[in-house]
């Protein structure tokens, strides 16, 4: 979705003016890119790391109790 800096308000393709102008204050708008979220990023890491954590202390836990 498009984000206008100056009217503080994002736009759907369908709504803006011709050439990919907001329709309020005519400032060109460029569509935002559909990348990754940095939060998603850091949920992954957080979980690959609480994952390889468990696996060690499954790993120790094992000739203990077999």
């Not at 329709?23 to 060109?28: Q, V, Y």
């Not at 890119?33 to 390889?52: A, C, I, N, T």
């Amino acid at each position: 979705m498009p984000w206008c800096e100056d009217c503080s308000h994002f736009w759907n393709a369908k709504d803006l003016a011709e050439g990919g102008n907001c329709p309020t204050c005519g400032t060109h708008l460029e569509a935002a890119g559909h990348g990754v979220p940095w939060h998603f990023k850091l949920l992954l890491v957080g979980l690959s790391g609480y994952l390889v954590y468990r696996v060690y202390w499954f790993i120790e836990w094992l000739p203990k109790h077999v």
